[in-house]
């Protein structure tokens, strides 16, 4: 059990199924048509796994947030926080605003919906606030991102110690952050908070 970041396929984000984004879906294309937009319908077919292949991401939110809310109070707007880790549905697209739905997606009552141009610029400038080293995983297929964190970040730290490695939670975040808007964008996939 756990919170997850997982990036989402056409079957399960259009599936009406308990499991499925389906609801969502429909919200979205209906606000989507309100604000004179088209609908979001090129959501990607789901992708077997393939471990190292970047097709999918998958990481979970399991480390205390404290140290990444402070740095994010240091370095961003609390609009800007709220863009950037408030979401609920992370989109491929770029949105003039936030979308809210009035719909139950799991954690809340409502739906927020967020472009990952929007997160992106936000995640790499705490990525340069902290120095984050480059050796971090790019792909985040099965926990990668929190396996690398879990083994491999102390040796980092170790050998090249930096304002990133002062607080390996917080990075874990930036990181994490940092990828989910790189693979929505890259795969043209929505990550849902799940």
């Known amino acids: 059990m756990g919170v997850y970041l997982v990036s989402v396929g056409a079957e399960e984000w259009f599936g009406e199924e308990e499991d499925g984004w389906g609801e969502v879906a429909s919200a979205l294309s209906a606000e989507l048509r309100r604000r004179g937009l088209?609908?979001?319908?090129?959501?990607p077919p789901e992708t077997d796994f393939v471990a190292g292949s970047g097709q999918a991401?998958?990481?979970k939110l399991t480390p205390p947030m404290t140290g990444f809310d402070a740095l994010c109070q240091t370095h961003l707007s609390q609009e800007?926080?709220?863009?950037?880790?408030g979401w609920s549905v992370l989109l491929p697209f770029s949105l003039d605003e936030e979308i809210w739905l009035p719909v139950d997606s799991g954690y809340?009552?409502?739906?927020?919906?967020?472009?990952?141009?929007?997160?992106?610029?936000?995640a790499e400038k705490?990525?340069?606030?902290?120095?984050?080293?480059?050796?971090?995983?790019?792909?985040?297929?099965?926990?990668d991102l929190s396996m690398w964190f879990r083994h491999r970040?102390?040796?980092?730290?170790?050998?090249?110690?930096?304002?990133w490695s002062e607080d390996l939670d917080a990075a874990f975040y930036v990181a994490l952050f940092l990828r989910a808007a790189q693979h929505s964008i890259r795969r043209g996939c929505p990550i849902v908070l799940t």
Request: aromatic share 4%.
């Open 153 to 163: 970040a102390k040796d980092l730290a170790t050998m090249r110690p930096g304002l």
């Open 57 to 59: 991401f998958e990481e």
């Open 38 to 43: 088209p609908p979001y319908e090129g959501v």
């Open 108 to 122: 809340c009552e409502s739906t927020l919906v967020v472009g990952a141009p929007q997160v992106l610029p936000l």
């Open 80 to 85: 800007e926080s709220e863009t950037l880790c």
């Open 126 to 143: 705490l990525a340069a606030a902290i120095e984050l080293p480059p050796e971090i995983p790019e792909t985040c297929d099965n926990l």
